[in-house]
T-cell receptor, first 109, second 116 residues
Framework: GQSLEQPSEVTAVEGAIVQINCTYQ??????LSWYQQHDGGAPTFLSY????GLEETGRFSSFLSRSDSYGYLLLQELQMKDSASYFC??????????FGSGTKLNVKP | DGGITQSPKYLFRKEGQNVTLSCEQN?????MYWYRQDPGQGLRLIYY???????QKGDIAEGYSVSREKKESFPLTVTSAQKNPTAFYLC???????????????FGPGTRLLVL
């Protein structure tokens, strides 16, 4: 089966850096994606890692270690608009996606 | 503008009734997906389709049915056999297996289904 673990909630202050971890157990692993979802909205794609290492996209970075079945999303220079839920998702060999339960990020002034 | 549309935004179902949720995309994507999201939870895969006239069950397919007669359309029917259908339903698409950008899913705005 597939399982993904991520913290349920994280709180940080505006301007700070926050890291959201994701550990996974899966067969047929192809890559790890991250999505952002604001309350009542649809998920939007943030980042994707197929290989070990760090991928940087503006204020957001994502890291993957395939040997440790672990990844994280790093958000820098936090803004109030970053308050949302963040989901890690395993990309399966056959192009299926398995999502974690999500981490609710609360950014405080 | 290219994108995915879902309708209706809100849908009410009576006991014993089948209802159909619409999903249309004009991104020319081969693959389409249906997810269910319960409050405070992640997304669970109901059905997915990699190509026209073909689809596979996801993790929670019981009580649901789909069709894929056209590339741009992937409607989901919630049947009366689904005893707890109240949830947020999300449709998604991506270019398809082996295609550039296959790892990125694009989501529609969702349909909120409520049982009367």
């Amino acid at each position: 089966g597939q399982s993904l673990e991520q913290p349920s909630e994280v709180t940080a202050v505006e301007g700070a850096i926050v890291q959201i971890n994701c550990t996974y157990q899966t067969s047929g692993f192809y890559g790890l994606s991250w999505y952002q979802q604001h309350d009542g909205g649809a998920p939007t794609f943030l980042s994707y890692n197929a290989l070990d290492g760090l991928e940087e996209t503006g204020r957001f970075s994502s890291f993957l270690s395939r040997s440790d079945s672990y990844g994280y999303l790093l958000l820098q220079e936090l803004q109030m608009k970053d308050s949302a839920s963040y989901f890690c998702a395993v990309v399966h060999n056959f192009n299926k996606f398995y999502f974690g339960s999500g981490t609710k990020l609360n950014v405080k002034p | 503008d290219g994108g995915i549309t879902q309708s209706p935004k809100y849908l009410f179902r009576k006991e014993g009734q089948n209802v159909t949720l619409s999903c249309e995309q004009n991104l020319n994507h081969d693959a389409m997906y249906w997810y269910r999201q319960d409050p405070g939870q992640g997304l669970r895969l109901i059905y997915y389709s990699q190509i026209v006239n073909d689809f596979q069950k996801g993790d929670i397919a019981e009580g649901y049915s789909v069709s894929r007669e056209k590339k741009e359309s992937f409607p989901l029917t919630v049947t009366s056999a689904q005893k707890n259908p109240t949830a947020f339903y999300l449709c998604a698409s991506d270019p398809g297996r082996g295609r550039l950008g296959q790892e990125t899913q694009y989501f529609g705005p969702g349909t909120r289904l409520l049982v009367l």
